[in-house]
């Protein structure tokens, strides 16, 4: 099976308010990116967006080593999501549902990285997901 990088951000500013998500897939020397925004959003429905972008722009079942700053994001799907399957979907249960649809097919590793700490792709999402929460 195929291992790929996904790299993803979301930003609202306020919060809630205008929003915009950012993906960034990588596989050997090659590369993907994708960005859009919404009117009205928060910071929570665009880190989320951008796992949902991101993990349905990979066309055949792959390892995806899911990169994100958001313990929202990571944790949920190391730890929360398979309870919230069974027990009834809480707060952005359309998204979390259509995750964890995603990883079905995929085999999603998150990892957490340090917002604003130099890490290259975090850095490049971020500044996509910023520009496109102005669109």
């Given amino acids: 099976m195929k291992e790929i990088e996904l790299f993803t951000d979301g930003s609202c500013r306020p919060n809630p308010g205008p929003g915009g998500w950012a993906y960034i897939l990588k596989y050997g020397d090659v590369e993907k990116e994708d960005y859009g925004g919404e009117q009205e959003s928060?910071?929570?429905r665009m880190e989320l967006t951008a796992v949902i972008r991101g993990l349905s722009a990979v066309k055949q079942p792959c390892i995806v080593h899911l990169y994100s700053d958001?313990?929202?994001?990571v944790e949920g799907i190391k730890r929360w999501m398979h309870n919230w399957a069974l027990n009834g979907w809480k707060k952005n249960g359309d998204l979390w549902k259509e995750i964890y649809k995603l990883c079905k097919i995929h085999d999603v590793r998150p990892v957490w990285v340090q917002s604003h700490n130099g890490h290259i792709y975090n850095e490049r999402?971020?500044?996509l997901a910023k520009a496109a929460t102005w669109t």
């Fill in 42 to 44: 928060t910071n929570n």
């Fill in 70 to 73: 958001s313990e929202y994001v």
């Fill in 125 to 127: 999402c971020d500044r």
